[in-house]
Nanobody, 123 residues
Framework: VQLQASGGGLVQAGGSLRLACAAS????????IGWFRQAPGKDREGVSC????????DYADSVKGRFTISRDDAKNAGWLQMNSLKPEDTAVYYC?????????????????WGQGTLVTVSS
């Protein structure tokens, strides 16, 4: 199983980025997709998740109204659209999947992780 996260980069505050998570070796139809981030010196935190059937979405309070998670099982991929970015969104972003199927942002419940993509938001 491999997850490839991409789409990170350097953006000014107020800008947008769209992260992608491409999966291979696993059929995402039955998996919850989660996005997490880890800033320097901080613990990894859950950002957003989407259940396996796509009906339940959840977001960290800090990103509600600015980030949107989506998935396309036909493409075996998921995305995180990030708008109105703030300097405090700067972190390495990881996608992960779990076969629990439910919407969860508990990193301990995720089975497979991508390598991370760096998002830097300048003020």
């Amino acid at each position: 199983v491999q997850l490839q996260a991409s789409g990170g980069g350097l953006v000014q505050a107020g800008g947008s980025l769209r992260l992608a998570c491409a999966a291979s070796g696993v059929n995402l139809d039955y998996y919850t997709i989660g996005w997490f981030r880890q800033a320097p010196g901080k613990d990894r935190e859950g950002v957003s998740c989407i259940s396996s059937n796509g009906r339940t979405l959840d977001y960290a309070d800090s990103v509600k109204g600015r980030f949107t998670i989506s998935r396309d099982d036909a493409k075996n991929a998921g995305w995180l659209q990030m708008n109105s970015l703030k300097p405090e969104d700067t972190a390495v972003y990881y996608c992960a999947v779990t076969n629990l199927g439910i919407a969860t942002m508990n990193p301990l419940e995720f089975d497979y992780w991508g390598q991370g993509t760096l998002v830097t938001v300048s003020s």
